[in-house]
Each structure stands twice: as C-alpha cells, then as structure tokens.
C-alpha cells in the first residue's frame, strides 16, 4: 500500500479528506466503502485459515494495522530511519 500511495498521492489526499468525515456518521447497509473493507477482512480471515497468520490475531485490526502504517509512511516521505544497534 505504501507504494501505492506514493504512486497515487491524490488518491492518499482523498483519503485524509475522507476521514475527516467519518467521525459522528453512520454506516449505511449498501455503502460501497463498507463493502470493500469487509472483502477485505474476509482475505484476512483466508489467510489465517490457510496457516499463514496467526487466527489469534483480529482480522479487523490486522487491516487498521497495516493500513496506517503505509499511511504513515507515505505521509512522511522525509522520514530518515537511523540504523539500530
């Protein structure tokens, strides 16, 4: 995701934009974005049925997990990673 969102940085900018409106909304039955992240979860869940992540793990924040974290990354492109010791 994260080369995505480099790749793309209008789509990240609608994004951000778009979370600025989710606070206070509801969701609504036929609403297109509820339907991609729970395709989304439902791949998370294969995975862990196929042995490949740990099911312990809830596949909701599986996703928020990896998603932020492209998100952050492609929002600080000037981040310099100091080598540990």
Known sequence: MF???VA???HYRLIAWGR???PGTTAV???PAQA???RKIDQIRQ???AGQLDPAWDPADVGVTFTTGDILHADHDGVVLL???
């Open 3 to 5: 080369d995505y969102f």
């Open 8 to 10: 793309r940085p209008d």
């Open 20 to 22: 600025l409106e989710l």
């Open 29 to 31: 039955a036929d609403d």
């Open 36 to 38: 991609v992240l729970a």
């Open 47 to 49: 995975v862990q049925q």
């Open 83 to 85: 080598p540990t010791t």
